[in-house]
């Protein structure tokens, strides 16, 4: 049977149902209305003012090629500048040739790339450093845990380096409905509450933050970057089969197969949250080692390479955190770690 004609523009034959309204439509016109929801989201959420100078996390996977090509695309309609920063967090055998997706995309669509190592910005500290220093501590199944907080810092550095007013990443629906599940699953109230909305106004002296992909599903996500024909890099890292994510997601498609709209219901659950008065954390303060916005002495980036420094990773994070905010530092051991240019042992952010 011939596929129906597209409901948009009733010319060329329909190559998709959308997954949550079930319209036939063409690549085409797909596409567009893709772009048109994008455009909606950054426009009515006020997420980039006219002037910004939008610094986009672009890691060579999907989710940020998709970013970078919708965002290039409505760039004048939006009157921003785009900057790509890309982060080499030294994982042997994948970063590699997910940074040459990411060069590729830079030269094609002329935009300007600048890429931040770890190694650099954290005393010598690879992905593979830390998996090592890691592994027999009962920490080993953290790695993305430590990963999430050192992008973060890298991301935002990479920003102030290219002179970025705004950073943008490509966290679709689903990444956030998972976010959401795994705050639920391990009772951070805290995080549930802060995670709600498309991103962060960048308190504390932070860049502010957004999610244009928030509302859109992995699903078109992936269909957006087919029709367009994006040049993405689709390998799994190779610390991701640890990651408790992984559960989450699991969990996540038995929920969508049983009720097809829990990915949004979740993500909007999380903008409805509040934490009660009685519960609420005190108001963050400076870190002391970096002056980043923490609400313990020690934010958690300085916490974590204070751990790893020590040769204790498994107080970096979770309950043991508090002796590293505690404790003065000392000599950092060095086995199973990378060998340091200086005597730093906390960088400089
Ligand atoms: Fe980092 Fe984990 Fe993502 Fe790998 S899967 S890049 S370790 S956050």
Known sequence: MPAPP?????????????????????????????????????????????????????????????????????????DVSLRLVAVDEGIGGYRDAALAAVRRQAARWELPLTVVAYADLFGGWTMDAVARSTAGSGRSRACCTFCGVLRRRALEEGARLVGATHIVTGHNADDMAETVLMNFLRGDAGRLARGGGLGSPGEGGALPRCRPLQLASQKEVVLYAHFRRLDYFSEECVYAPEAFRGHARDLLKLLEAARPSAVLDLVHSAERLALHPAAQPPPPGACSRCGALASRPLCQACALLDGLNRGRPRLAIGKGRRGLDEEAPREPEREGGPALASSRTVPTF
């Open 6 to 78: 597209c409901a948009s523009c009733h010319e060329a034959r329909a190559a998709l149902r959308r997954p949550r309204s079930g319209l036939a439509l063409c690549g085409a016109c797909f596409c567009a209305a893709f772009e048109a929801e994008v455009l909606h989201t950054v426009e009515a959420g006020r997420l980039l003012p006219p002037g910004a100078v939008v610094a986009v996390g672009a890691s060579g996977g999907k989710d940020s090629t998709v970013l970078a090509h919708v965002l290039r695309e409505l760039a004048p309609r939006l």
